[in-house]
């Protein structure tokens, strides 16, 4: 028995394990590279937007950030059953993409859009709420972009280029970001308005790519014989099989590391460059140079990921990054040590960005052979919310430790010893230990092998 599909239905199960042409795959990158836009600006400037350019103590901030990003974790399932659940011409991931695009980008705007002429107390309802809702939306659009990954092919193969290609988008992204974001807040003024125009010109920005990637893209994937009989798979039975998935408790876990190390690095570098290095421009070096690393390594990646797999891949990043984060005790205010010290790591953090999504998809056939349940939208919903709370952990840490170090907000305040002690240890030591916890959830992570076999039988089921 087949699934039920509108005639129109970009749907193609036969083709699922085909070639995926250039142009799908660039165009499915496109909108990893709009929502970097939004995640990096974030990671990189947001708390730092609100603590010197709006005022708000670090600590209260960071307190924000977790607790929004854990409460956003949350949506993330709902956001996957709603994938599920989803029947259109256009499949159950694409048309989330083309019906969120435009609110994505009004609420990026408006983050950066704090008034500033409120009271204490606005201000703060002001932030929790924007910032909130700015990933509720994001969770509309990214929990079905990272799905459609496992939606377009089930090789693995295929994957692992479809999840290098985001990820050389994204990087690309983070390059843009980190070189053009201050330049055109100066350009517009330099003032709290000169954010809101800078974001708002991104947003519009993110609309033409979000489009570019509905219409390039194509489901194809169609759930084995094991489940197509099953109807709609009630919610509680979707998730006891999601948590019987232990690959995807490990991804999970892995994607909360692998993002806790991207966000706590990218908030504390405007810090560093400011405080330690003393001077503030620095941010877009030391971001080119962790950043630039990473994207020509992924563009490289494909042919060492199908010779000794995506574990063995993301382990070799581990040791890049622990590396270049030790590197940083050499010398910690020379401008010259942690423009090495971030190439190295940026070479270390690809395996990472390049593995850790396709490894996600992975999962969703090992939870269909051992459970009988397909559901790629809770799935990913994993992936994203691994995302937001590893993000959400760095910036709140980075809030966090500032504050504990004594960091005075406002520009040009006197800083005491003690938060350039917080901030150094942001910068080098908190890295290692999140490479550290990521290397041993690998060491309990097996499906690289097990896969083959696992793909065999389920297609054997399809026949």
């Known amino acids: 028995m087949k699934p039920e599909l509108d005639q129109n239905q970009s749907f193609h199960p036969a083709s699922a394990d085909g070639k995926i042409s250039v142009k799908e795959k660039a ?11 939004v995640v990096v600006a974030v990671s990189s400037f947001l708390t730092y937007y609100y603590t010197d350019v709006i005022g708000v103590s670090a600590g209260i901030i960071g307190t924000i950030i977790l607790l929004s990003r854990f409460l956003d974790g949350v949506t993330d399932l709902g956001m996957g059953v709603l994938i599920d659940k989803t029947k259109s011409r256009h499949g159950k991931a694409r048309p989330w993409i083309l019906w969120m695009a435009i609110p994505f980008a009004v609420v990026t705007t408006l983050v950066f859009s704090v008034p500033e002429n409120w009271g204490t107390t606005a201000t703060l309802i002001y932030i929790a709420v924007t910032y909130n ?15 459609l990954n496992s939606l377009i092919t ?12 985001r990820m050389s988008a994204g990087q690309i992204t983070t390059l843009l970001v980190s070189t053009f974001t201050l330049p055109l807040v100066n350009f517009f ?9 800078t974001f708002g010109a991104f947003s519009v920005i993110t609309i033409f790519l979000f489009y570019i990637t509905f219409h390039s893209t194509t489901e194809r994937v169609a759930p084995s014989t094991m489940t197509q009989g099953l109807g709609e798979v009630p919610f509680t039975k979707a998730l006891s099989s999601l948590l019987k998935n232990k690959y995807w408790i490990l991804i999970v876990l892995i994607a909360v590391s692998t ?4 966000g706590s690095v990218t908030g504390i570098t405007i810090y560093y460059a400011e405080n330690i290095l003393g001077d503030a421009n620095m941010v877009g070096t030391l971001t080119i140079s962790l950043t630039l690393p990473t994207l020509i390594t992924i563009m490289t990646m494909s042919p060492i990921v199908k010779r000794i797999g995506k574990r063995n891949s993301m382990l070799v990043g581990i ?20 423009i090495i010290a971030s190439i190295i790591r940026g070479i ?13 998809a992975d999962t969703i056939e090992y939870g269909e052979w051992k459970t009988g349940v397909r559901t790629e939208g809770m799935v990913y919903s994993g992936g994203s919310f691994g995302t937001k709370v590893g993000g959400g952990l760095g910036s709140a ?37 999140v490479a550290l916890l990521m290397a041993v959830f690998l060491s309990f992570y097996k499906l690289d092998k097990e896969y083959p076999k696992i793909i065999q039988e389920l297609n054997t089921t399809r026949q």
Request: aromatic fraction near 18%.
């Open 27 to 37: 165009g499915y990158s496109l909108g990893d590279l709009a929502c970097n836009l």
């Open 189 to 197: 003024g330099g003032g709290a308005g000169s954010w809101q125009l």
């Open 348 to 360: 270390g953090f690809a395996p990472l960005l390049g593995t850790v999504f396709a490894m996600m």
């Open 397 to 433: 840490s980075v809030g966090w430790v500032l504050a504990i170090g004594g960091y005075v907000s406002g520009s040009n305040a006197e800083q005491p010893t003690s938060a350039f002690t917080a901030i150094e240890f942001m910068f080098s030591f908190f890295p290692i230990i």
């Open 319 to 338: 040791c890049f990054i622990i590396i270049g984060s030790a590197f940083v005790f050499i010398n910690p205010a020379s401008a010259t040590v942690a």
């Open 154 to 165: 089930q090789d693995q193969n295929q994957r692992s280029d479809l999840n290098i290609f």
């Open 133 to 147: 809702l700015l990933f509720f939306v994001y969770t509309a659009i990214n929990v079905p972009y990272g799905t």
């Open 259 to 262: 993002f806790l190390f991207q």
